[in-house]
C-alpha cells in the first residue's frame, strides 16, 4: 500500500513539474520540451496576447498556471520587473519591481531584462543585466534581494550581461563574467547568501550555465574553454581548455556537451579522476551564431547567421542536411513536440519539421522584433518581445 | 555608531522570531531590513523580517515608505518588495490610504524613489492625482517625478500656439535631466532658432590639460603609477611611450560634449594620456562626476582615487558611469587616467570621453566664476 501510495505522488509530482519550463532552455538546459504533445501536426495557432510593461529578452518561466517573466523600464532601464500571469488567459496576476542597484547601460539591441528568470517550482528568481537579483515566491511575496555589481563595483559589461541563471538544487547559479571583476556565484535559495563564488576568465561573456544529465554538474562556458562545477560547492571537476564562444550555449545530451568551440567540439567527461574531459570530435563547419545549438532524435542542430539551419550526426558532427528558414536569429530554437520552434529576428515564428529535413510546417507573423528564446510547455510555445507575450497552442 | 544599533536590533529580532508569541513590531522588522548590507550580509535576519512585514496590513505602508529613506539601496528594495506585497492586498481590500499616500509624495524631502513608488499606488486608487500633482513637478527633487512632468510640459508646447511654443518649450528644459528629453526639446527650440547650449545644461568640462602618451603595450599600463599619479606639475617634463611629455592644453568644442583625445592630439595605439583639470565649487559638498567612455580609466580627485575600470570597446552611454565625489570649496583637482589598447578594429578606435558635474537628480553644477 505504501508503495503504491509512494509510486502514485512520485507520478502525479513528475506530471506536474515534466509540464514546467522553469529557466532559460528548459528544466534541464536542453531546450526540449519535457512533456510533448504526441504527433504534433506543427500547426499552432495564439490562444492570447497581452501587453508587457517594459523591454526584455528573457524567456517566459512556465509554473503550472502560472507564466512569469522579467521586464525593465524607465528612461535608463533602472526599473526592474517581475511579473506574473494567468497561463490561461494572459491577464497580469501580480507585478512586483525593484531598482537596479548596477549600470543599466547597454546595447540598444538588448536590454536590462536580458537574462531569462529561473524557478525551483517554488521561487521565481529575476536577474537582470545590472546584476541585481531578487526572488519572490510564486504569490509574488518578496524572499530577498542581492545586488552583485553594488558588491563588486566592476562587475558590469557595457555592452549589457545577458547570461541567465540556472537553479539546481538549493543553489542559484549565476555568471557574472565580463572584463574587470568576473567571477560566477552560487546563491543559496532560501536566503541569497553566497554560496560560493569562484573566479572566472576577465573576458566578456554572454552564455548560460548548462545542467549536467546526470545534475551533478554545471557547465560554464567562457572564451577560455569550459568549466564543470559542482552546484552546491563551486568546486570545479574537469576543464577544457581550448576556448569557446561568448555568445550561443553549448547543449548537452546524455553524457556528451555539444560545445560551440572551433566550429562544434563534442566533450566527454573522463572517469572521475581526470580533470580534463575526452574529445570525440570536432567539426568546423558547424558554426552557430547567436542562437544555441539543440539536440533532438540523435541529431544536433545549429543555426548560422544567415538563418540556416544544419543537421550534423551526433556520433561524428558530419553534416546529413541543411535548409534556409527564413530571416537570422537571435533566439535559440526549441524542441516542442518533436519539431523545432524558430523565430526570427523580425518576428516570424516557424515551426521546422525536423523528420523531412528542415520543412517549414506552419508559420505565425508576430510583426514585432523578436530576440527572446521562446519557452515551451506541453501544450503551448510561449513568446515575448519588448511589448507583449504571445502564447501559442499547439493544435 | 549607527550601524551597530541596526545591528543590534537585528539580533534582537533575530531572538524574536525565534520565539513567536513574541511578536515583532514593524519597526523591529524594518530595523532588520535595513540592516541588509553588501555581499548578503545580515540577510539571515532579513529573509524572516521581510515574511513579517509582507503580510502586514495597510497601516504598515507609511511606515515603510518612510524607512525607504534611511534604507541603502540593498535594503530599500527589500523594503519596496514589503510595500508592494501589503499595497496589492490593501488595493483588493479598499483600504489603500490615499491620502497618507499623497502626503508623501507631495513632501519633497522624502526619498525619490520612494515617492515615486506612492504617487504608483496612488493613481491607482485616484487616477485624478497625475493632473493634480504632476504639473507642478517640473523643479521637483525627484527625477522620477519630474520625468513626468516634463513630459507634460513637452505636451503642452507641442499643443500651443505657434507665438507661444518657444517659451513652453523653454519651460520643459528648465526641468529636464533625461537626454531623451533634454535632445527632444533641444531639437525643437533649434527648429524655432533658440538653439541649446547642451554643453551649459549637462554640465560638461570642455578645457583639459593633457600629457602622454605613456606606454601601455599589450594592456600592461592600467596599473602603472606614472609620474601624474604621484604629483601635479604642470610645467613637468617625462619620459613617454615615444619620448619626452609635457602638459599641453585643449579645448573640445564638441556640441555633444565629446572630448576626443585622438582627434586633438594623435591617435596613439597602446598608450596612456593623463587628462587633468580643476573644478571651482562655491562650496564644500557632495556631487556626481558622470563619465562615458570606452577606455580603460582611473580618476581621481585632489589626490584621492575615486574610481577604476579596466574594460575597453564595450560601448558608451549617457551618464555610462555615475562616480560620487565630495568638493571642497574653491579649486578642486580632477585627473582621469584615459587607456587606450591596440585593438585594430573600426569600432575600437575611441579615445575619448565625456565629463560632466551634476548633482544626484543629474542636473548640472556649474563652476563658481
Known amino acids: 500500500m505504501r508503495i503504491l501510495f509512494s509510486f502514485t505522488f512520485v507520478c502525479l509530482m513528475t506530471s506536474q513539474s515534466l509540464a514546467d519550463w522553469r529557466q532559460f532552455r528548459g528544466n534541464d538546459t536542453t531546450s526540449i520540451a519535457s512533456s510533448p504533445v504526441e504527433n504534433w501536426s506543427g500547426q499552432q495557432s495564439v490562444a492570447w496576447k497581452s501587453s508587457l510593461p517594459g523591454r526584455g529578452l528573457g524567456s ?36 512586483r519591481t525593484t531598482w537596479a542597484t548596477g549600470r543599466t547601460g547597454c546595447h540598444q539591441k538588448t536590454c536590462v531584462a536580458a537574462p531569462s528568470p529561473a524557478s525551483d517550482g517554488k521561487y521565481i528568481v529575476g536577474f537582470y543585466s545590472s546584476n541585481d537579483v531578487v526572488c519572490y515566491d510564486l504569490e509574488g511575496q518578496l524572499i530577498w534581494f542581492r545586488g552583485l555589481t553594488y558588491d563588486f563595483p ?30 560566477s556565484c552560487g546563491l543559496d535559495m532560501q536566503t541569497g547568501e553566497t554560496r560560493w563564488q569562484i573566479e572566472r576568465p576577465r573576458k566578456a561573456n554572454w552564455t548560460s550555465p548548462s545542467i549536467s544529465a546526470d545534475g551533478k554538474s554545471v557547465l560554464l562556458q567562457s572564451t577560455a574553454g569550459v568549466s564543470a562545477i559542482d552546484p552546491a560547492t563551486g568546486q570545479e571537476l574537469w576543464t577544457y581548455s581550448e576556448g569557446a564562444s561568448s555568445t550561443p550555449t553549448l547543449v548537452v545530451s546524455g553524457d556528451v556537451a555539444y560545445v560551440p568551440s572551433n566550429g562544434i567540439t563534442a566533450l566527454r567527461p573522463s572517469d572521475s579522476s581526470s580533470k580534463q574531459p575526452e574529445i570525440l570530435w570536432k567539426e568546423g563547419s558547424l558554426s552557430p551564431s547567436t542562437a544555441s545549438p539543440v539536440v533532438a532524435n540523435n541529431q544536433l542542430f545549429v543555426v548560422n547567421r544567415g538563418g540556416v539551419l544544419t543537421c550534423a550526426s551526433l556520433k561524428d558532427g558530419h553534416r546529413e542536411w541543411q535548409a534556409r528558414l527564413e530571416g537570422g536569429a537571435s533566439a535559440s530554437p526549441v524542441i516542442a513536440g518533436g519539431k523545432l ?40 510555445i510561449y513568446v515575448r518581445s519588448d511589448g507583449h507575450l504571445w502564447k501559442l497552442s499547439m493544435d | 555608531m549607527y550601524r551597530d544599533v541596526r545591528a543590534a536590533l537585528a539580533m534582537l529580532l533575530g531572538v524574536t522570531l525565534c520565539f513567536p508569541t513574541l511578536a515583532a513590531t514593524t519597526n523591529e522588522l524594518i530595523s ?69 499616500l499623497e502626503t508623501f509624495v507631495v513632501e519633497r524631502s ?22 493634480r500633482l504632476i504639473p507642478g513637478m517640473l523643479d521637483d527633487p525627484s527625477t522620477y517625478l519630474r520625468r513626468d512632468a516634463v513630459a507634460y510640459a513637452i505636451h503642452q508646447a507641442k499643443s500651443a500656439e505657434a507665438d507661444q511654443q518657444r517659451e513652453f518649450w523653454k519651460v520643459a528644459l528648465n526641468g529636464a535631466v533625461d537626454e531623451d528629453q533634454v535632445k527632444e526639446i533641444a531639437a525643437a527650440l533649434k527648429k524655432l532658432d533658440s538653439p541649446v547650449n547642451l554643453i551649459e545644461h549637462f554640465g560638461y568640462l570642455m578645457d583639459w590639460k593633457l600629457i602622454g602618451p605613456f606606454d601601455n603595450i599589450e594592456m600592461k599600463g592600467f596599473n602603472v603609477v606614472y609620474p601624474p599619479e604621484n604629483e601635479i606639475d604642470l610645467s613637468a617634463e617625462y619620459q613617454g611611450l615615444k619620448g619626452a611629455v609635457k602638459w599641453e592644453p585643449f579645448h573640445s568644442d564638441d556640441p555633444e560634449g565629446l572630448f576626443d583625445i585622438a582627434k586633438l592630439t594623435e591617435s ?8 587633468y583639470t580643476t573644478f571651482n565649487s562655491s562650496e564644500e559638498r557632495d556631487l556626481e562626476f558622470r563619465l562615458s567612455i570606452q577606455n580603460a580609466f582611473k580618476i581621481w580627485v585632489n589626490g584621492e582615487l575615486l574610481f577604476a575600470r579596466e574594460e575597453y570597446h564595450r560601448g558608451m552611454h549617457f551618464d555610462q558611469y555615475i562616480v560620487a565625489a565630495h568638493l571642497h570649496k574653491g579649486e578642486n583637482v580632477i585627473l582621469l587616467k584615459v587607456c587606450q589598447n591596440e585593438q585594430d578594429q573600426d569600432w575600437a578606435q575611441d579615445w575619448s570621453f565625456t565629463f560632466r558635474v551634476c548633482d544626484s537628480t543629474g542636473r548640472a553644477i556649474q563652476a563658481a566664476r
Open chain 1, 341 to 380: 520552434v524558430y523565430v526570427n529576428e523580425e518576428g516570424l515564428l516557424q515551426i521546422v519539421d525536423l523528420q523531412n529535413e528542415g520543412a517549414v510546417v506552419s508559420t505565425q507573423e508576430l510583426s514585432e522584433t523578436i530576440l527572446s528564446t521562446p519557452s515551451v510547455d506541453g501544450k503551448a
Open chain 1, 154 to 183: 566592476n562587475a558590469s559589461n557595457s555592452l549589457g550581461m545577458a547570461s541567465s541563471p540556472v537553479i539546481v538544487g538549493e543553489t542559484a547559479i549565476i555568471m557574472v563574467e565580463c572584463d574587470d571583476q568576473s567571477f
Open chain 2, 110 to 131: 522624502n526619498n525619490a524613489q520612494a515617492r515615486r513608488l506612492a504617487y504608483e499606488w496612488l493613481v491607482k486608487v485616484d487616477p485624478s492625482a497625475e493632473q
Open chain 2, 268 to 275: 596613439h595605439k597602446g598608450a596612456i594620456d593623463y587628462a
Open chain 1, 60 to 95: 517566459p518561466v512556465i509554473i503550472g498556471d502560472k507564466v512569469f517573466l522579467t521586464a525593465s523600464s524607465g528612461p535608463r532601464q533602472e526599473r526592474l520587473h517581475v511579473l506574473c500571469l494567468s497561463n490561461t488567459d494572459g491577464k497580469l496576476l501580480w507585478e
Open chain 2, 32 to 100: 532588520a531590513i535595513q540592516a541588509v548590507e553588501s555581499v548578503g550580509k545580515n540577510h539571515s535576519q532579513a529573509v524572516n523580517a521581510i515574511q513579517e512585514l509582507n503580510s502586514g496590513d495597510a497601516t504598515t505602508l507609511v511606515p515603510i515608505l518612510n524607512a525607504m529613506g534611511t534604507a541603502n539601496p540593498l535594503a530599500l528594495n527589500w523594503l519596496q518588495g514589503a510595500f508592494e506585497s501589503v499595497a496589492s492586498r490593501s488595493l483588493v481590500a479598499g483600504n489603500l490610504p490615499k491620502e497618507q
